[in-house]
C-alpha cells in the first residue's frame, strides 16, 4: 500500500515551466529598462523572478538571448494592443484614432517594456536592432493599411502613389514612437493617452484629409 509522507504532502508544486518564464521575462523587463543592457545583472534579473541564475541560464540561455526573447514578447504585445484596438467596421478616422490610442494606451502602461523596445534595444547594435526593426516595420504596415483605407473611404479625389502612403505611415510610427517617449519621460506630468493621440491625431488626419481630396501644400515660388 502507497503511504504519503509528511514531506510529500508539503512539498511545493512544481511550477509549469511557462510560467517561471514569464516571471523571468517580467523580472529581465524591470531590469533592463532600469540598468540599460551592459548594466543588468543576470544575478540581479535572478533574484527578482524569485529564480536562482543557473535557473535563468537554463530557460533562457545567455543574457543576449534573455534580451531578445525580451524584445520579441514586448513587440509582440504592442502589435496586438495596436491591432486590437482597431475595429475593421468603424469609419476610416475612427480606426486611425483607435490604432493611435491603443499604441499610447499601451506603451503608457508599460513602460519599461516601452523603455527595453525604444531606447534600450536601439543602442546596441545587431542583432538588436534587427529586432527594433521588424516591430517597426510591423507597426508601418498596419499605418499602411490604414492610410490606404483612409483614402478609399474618403472617396479620394487624387489616388495616392505607394511611395508617399510609405513615407506618410513610416512618418506617423516615427511621430508616435517619439510622442510616447516623451510622454513617458515626463516626471508626474505625462498626459494621458486620449490626450496623446488626439496630439498626433489632429496633426495627422487634417493632412491626410487633404491630401485624400487633392488639398497639396506647395512651396511659394518652387
Not at 25 to 53: C, H, N, Q, T, W
Not at 107 to 133: K, S
Not at 197 to 203: C, E, I, R, S, V
Not at 206 to 215: M, S
Request: proline share 5%; charged share 20%.
Amino acid at each position: 500500500m502507497f503511504v504519503v509522507t509528511a514531506a510529500a504532502q508539503t512539498r511545493p508544486k512544481r511550477m509549469p515551466r511557462e510560467v517561471r518564464e514569464r516571471q523571468m521575462l517580467d523580472a529581465a523587463v524591470a531590469v533592463f529598462a532600469r540598468r540599460g543592457y551592459r548594466a543588468a545583472s543576470m544575478d540581479e534579473i535572478a533574484e527578482l523572478a524569485g529564480a536562482s541564475k543557473p535557473l535563468v541560464y537554463l530557460y533562457l540561455n545567455s543574457k543576449e538571448d534573455l534580451f531578445s526573447a525580451c524584445i520579441r514578447r514586448e513587440a509582440a504585445a504592442l502589435i496586438a494592443a495596436v491591432r486590437a484596438a482597431v475595429d475593421p467596421g468603424a469609419p476610416a478616422d475612427r480606426r486611425l484614432w483607435n490604432g493611435l490610442r491603443g499604441f499610447f494606451a499601451h506603451t503608457a502602461a508599460h513602460p519599461d517594456g516601452w523603455a527595453v523596445l525604444h531606447c534600450q534595444a536601439r543602442t546596441h547594435g545587431e542583432p538588436f536592432a534587427l529586432e527594433v526593426a521588424a516591430l517597426r516595420q510591423q507597426l508601418v504596415d498596419v499605418v499602411t493599411q490604414l492610410i490606404t483605407e483612409t483614402a478609399a473611404d474618403s472617396g479620394c479625389t487624387a489616388p495616392l502613389p505607394e511611395t508617399e502612403v510609405a513615407g506618410l505611415a513610416h512618418a506617423l510610427v516615427g511621430a508616435a514612437e517619439s510622442l510616447a517617449g516623451w510622454s513617458n519621460e515626463r516626471d508626474g506630468a505625462a498626459a494621458c493617452e486620449r490626450e496623446t493621440a488626439a496630439t498626433l491625431m489632429n496633426f495627422a488626419w487634417t493632412g491626410l484629409e487633404n491630401l485624400t481630396h487633392g488639398r497639396r501644400w506647395a512651396p511659394v515660388g518652387a
